[in-house]
T-cell receptor, first 114, second 116 residues
Framework: GAGVSQTPSNKVTEKGKYVELRCDPI?????LYWYRQSLGQGPEFLIY????????DSGLPNDRFFAVRPEGSVSTLKIQRTERGDSAVYLC????????????FGPGTRLTVT | AQTVTQSQPEMSVQEAETVTLSCTYDTSESDYYLFWYKQPPSRQMILVIR??????QNATENRFSVNFQKAAKSFSLKISDSQLGDAAMYFCAYRSRINNTDKLIFGTGTRLQVFP
């Protein structure tokens, strides 16, 4: 079956621009997660959705970052007024409700802010 | 707060030999999950093995096994009969589910090189 997909694979934008990153989770997975991975680091948690609502958005670094999941499936991570420090790989993952469920990761979007 | 520490930035192993990657963590929870993920250059995070904290038996998946020491908060990964395809970044991760969250906390990773 299809895994988690993310688009675009790579995004180059100018400082100050707005970007949207899309995540398509595995069909039927109610939980969805966004992580950010800077060069040479492990992924860092950004936000966790259970269904349509954000159950935990404590990892979003500031109010320029926002994520939605309006129908409980596809999610969009939105970054306003991008800064060079936002350059990173943004990973999306999804999982089922089972308590020990594995998080399945997408291939990520590499964002470069010039 | 939970933390995960991987103290080996890089490791290398000869093909067919065995290598052990170290991981320690800190938590006040008694029940939790620990994971090892592999990340090749393609960026795709792939689950290697998982351990449930309430299980005393160490998890095993083919050539991969863990040494889980709950009291010491240690969770090392052993790769037996190493293969060239095992070369990748390996991340240890702790699953936190307190305060209505559900998130993975990752270490900084260990880059594994496999030599023929």
């Amino acid at each position: 079956g299809a895994g988690v997909s993310q688009t675009p694979s790579n995004k180059v934008t100018e400082k100050g621009k707005y970007v949207e990153l899309r995540c398509d989770p595995i069909s039927g997975h109610t939980a969805l997660y966004w992580y950010r991975q800077s060069l040479g680091q492990g992924p860092e948690f950004l936000i966790y959705f259970q269904g349509t609502g954000a159950a935990d958005d404590s990892g979003l670094p500031n109010d320029r970052f926002f994520a939605v999941r309006p129908e409980g499936s596809v999610s969009t991570l939105k970054i306003q007024r991008t800064e060079r420090g936002d350059s990173a790989v943004y990973l999306c993952a999804s999982s089922s409700l089972y308590s020990g469920a594995e998080q399945y990761f997408g291939p990520g979007t590499r964002l470069t802010v010039t | 707060a939970q933390t995960v520490t991987q103290s080996q930035p890089e490791m290398s192993v000869q093909e067919a030999e065995t290598v052990t990657l170290s991981c320690t963590y800190d938590t006040s929870e008694s029940d939790y999950y620990l994971f090892w993920y592999k990340q090749p250059p393609s960026r795709q995070m792939i689950l290697v093995i998982r351990q449930e904290a309430y299980k005393q038996q160490n998890a095993t998946e083919n050539r991969f096994s863990v040494n889980f020491q709950k009291a010491a908060k240690s969770f090392s990964l052993k790769i037996s009969d190493s293969q060239l395809g095992d070369a990748a970044m390996y991340f240890c991760a702790y699953r936190s589910r307190i305060n209505n969250t559900d998130k993975l906390i990752f270490g900084t990773g260990t880059r594994l090189q496999v030599f023929p």
